[in-house]
């Protein structure tokens, strides 16, 4: 095979199809910047970054993105959605100085009939006259069947009616979407199968949507029999179930099918964590590749077998994505999870204190409490009887608020030196924007009088629990970022603010505990 052959395009358009996904719409800098991050860091072959005639504000994000792309040598990979509406696509995206248009046709006889409410010759003749006008001002054309999947399912004579008579226009490539997720691998493998062998000099790209959860087996499908270029979103972004997530789809034709892209497999995940941060839709901790707990052993077993010999590992390894392996503290866990998390800690136990806290930890699981690596040390301060291992104390925190002022908050903080055993307490009071932003503004006027570092506040999230009321408990998870580092603390009150705080106290004595260990003072065993 020829490498040409051996390579598999990859078009992103989480900025065109992606941003129809509900209260979804990405600001022009957040356009910007994505598209750079897609295009440079990543390295897809092609962006989607818009449909033609849709806002002012869309007109500002084409613009900015295509500027940018031509000072870069890039335009002729940034591509917009456009009609068959008598020019005026075409007329937009050369305004904007765009150069390719996805022009979008019917792919299926129904689509033309009852919705164009045209004859397939019609539709045939208003096409070329799209396609004309294009290439007179200088637009290259790609060619959607919009539907293309019911159509081969309940009209294939139609789909090749309009291939036969594409296939020596100047269309560049022919884009076949699985428009509502209707099929499933064996149906994809037939159909482009069968499109590839008709058509050998046409160039075909598939289209997924994941309504039956099928969208990157579909696009797996697609390419192992034949495609060369697939479409997806960060995150499988996209109305309904979404769009052929992108980071599963590259891994699966690396994996499974033994091809290349140009995609860099280590930017996935950071992508993955701006298109989060931009959207506002949280990816589910249980998505292969990004998601949260993807890389996460739970049962103690697990822990053992890779301890002895990574007889757990797979080639979906984390550092392809520049993450780590973790392994989880619960009802599951044995003594290799504990030892793991007590080492990458760098609490030392003897073996009786470590099966006092196994126990502890099991028992907690039974619960059904959440607990992280973070937990540990408090896990073990509370099950071992060590109150040394606490230095800071929250005795008292009032926060006033009231209309057309500041709050203020005043705090009072135990501070315990770990050396002598001796306490003083330390009092500060400050304004803020908001309630815990006034105690975090207190809490730096005690941080600065005795010289402690506090990290940056990265991620703030609050949750309670489904169908609460008013009085439901509130969850508070912070993450927090110290040097290079990321880690989250947790607290639960009623209170959304004294959950907040809970979650601080718990960053302060964490921070405190890696402080020392950095600074190498011992923390003997109690």
């Known amino acids: 095979m020829s490498s040409e052959t051996n390579r598999v395009c990859v078009m992103d358009t989480t900025l065109r199809d992606g941003e129809q996904m509900k209260n979804v719409s990405y600001p022009p800098e957040e356009?910007?910047?994505?598209?750079?991050?897609?295009?440079?860091?990543?390295?897809?072959?092609?962006?989607?970054?818009?449909?033609?005639?849709?806002?002012?504000?869309?007109?500002?994000?084409?613009?900015?993105?295509?500027?940018?792309?031509?000072?870069?040598?890039?335009?002729?990979?940034?591509?917009?959605?456009?009609f068959v509406d008598g020019g005026k696509s075409v007329d937009w995206l050369v305004s904007q100085g765009g150069r390719v248009m996805n022009l979008l046709a019917k792919g299926s006889l129904k689509h033309c009939v009852h919705q164009l409410k045209k004859t397939r010759e019609e539709h045939v003749r208003d096409i070329r006259d799209a396609l004309a006008y294009a290439e007179s001002r200088g637009v290259a054309c790609n060619l959607y069947l919009e539907d293309w999947s019911n159509g081969m399912l309940h009209s294939p004579e139609y789909v090749y009616f309009l291939l036969e008579q594409f296939a020596g226009s100047s269309i560049r490539r022919f884009l076949l979407p699985d428009t509502l997720g209707v099929l499933y691998p064996g149906q994809v493998a037939a159909f482009t199968s069968d499109v590839v062998k008709r058509f050998p000099g046409l160039c075909f790209d598939f289209h997924g949507h994941n309504d039956y959860g099928l969208a990157v087996a579909n696009t797996l499908a697609a390419v192992e029999a034949g495609i060369r270029c697939v479409h997806c979103t960060v995150n499988g972004m996209g109305e309904r179930a979404?769009?052929?997530?992108?980071?599963?789809?590259?891994?699966?034709?690396?994996?499974?099918?033994?091809?290349?892209?140009?995609?860099?497999?280590?930017?996935l995940f950071r992508v993955s964590q701006a298109v989060e941060a931009y959207s506002g839709?949280?990816?589910?901790?249980?998505?292969?590749?990004?998601?949260?707990?993807?890389?996460?052993?739970?049962?103690g077993i697990h822990a053992d077998g890779d301890k002895k010999g990574n007889l757990y590992h797979t080639r979906l390894m984390p550092e392809r994505f520049n993450r780590k392996r973790q392994y989880a503290l619960g009802k599951l866990s044995g003594k290799s999870s504990l030892d793991y998390n007590l080492e990458k800690l760098g609490i030392?136990?003897?073996?009786?204190?470590?099966?006092?806290?196994?126990?502890?930890?099991?028992?907690?699981?039974?619960?059904?409490?959440?607990?992280?690596?973070?937990?540990?040390?408090?896990?073990?301060?509370?099950?071992?009887?060590?109150?040394?291992?606490?230095?800071?104390?929250?005795?008292?925190?009032?926060?006033?608020?009231?209309?057309?002022?500041?709050?203020?908050?005043?705090?009072?903080?135990?501070?315990?030196?770990?050396?002598?055993?001796?306490?003083?307490?330390?009092?500060?009071?400050?304004?803020?924007?908001?309630?815990y932003d006034a105690f975090m503004n207190a809490l730096h006027g005690v941080a600065h009088r005795i010289a402690f570092p506090l990290p940056k506040l990265v991620d703030y999230a609050v949750s309670i629990p489904p169908g609460g009321k008013t009085d439901a408990l509130v969850r508070c998870a912070i993450t927090w970022r110290s040097g290079e580092a990321l880690f989250m603390t947790k607290g639960v009150n009623s209170d959304q603010v004294m959950a907040a705080i809970e979650a601080t106290e718990k960053m302060m004595n964490l921070t405190a505990l890696q402080k020392g260990k950095t600074e190498g003072k011992s923390r003997p065993a109690p």
């Open 281 to 299: 839709c949280r990816v589910p901790f249980n998505k292969p590749i990004s998601g949260s707990n993807v890389f996460t052993q739970t049962a």
């Open 348 to 435: 030392t136990l003897t073996p009786e204190q470590k099966r006092t806290v196994l126990d502890r930890i099991v028992e907690l699981g039974d619960r059904k409490e959440s607990i992280t690596d973070d937990d540990l040390p408090y896990i073990v301060t509370d099950v071992l009887d060590t109150p040394e291992e606490k230095r800071f104390t929250f005795r008292s925190c009032v926060i006033v608020t009231s209309m057309d002022l500041k709050p203020m908050a005043t705090i009072k903080v135990i501070v315990r030196n770990p050396e002598d055993g001796s306490e003083q307490e330390l009092e500060s009071s400050a304004q803020g924007d908001g309630g």
């Open 242 to 267: 979404g769009n052929t997530p992108l980071d599963e789809t590259v891994i699966g034709i690396h994996d499974f099918l033994g091809l290349s892209t140009n995609v860099d497999e280590k930017e």
């Open 31 to 82: 356009k910007l910047a994505l598209a750079k991050m897609l295009l440079q860091a990543v390295g897809v072959d092609r962006v989607e970054i818009a449909s033609a005639r849709v806002s002012k504000g869309e007109e500002a994000a084409v613009r900015r993105i295509i500027e940018w792309a031509k000072s870069e040598g890039l335009d002729g990979r940034v591509e917009i959605l456009g």
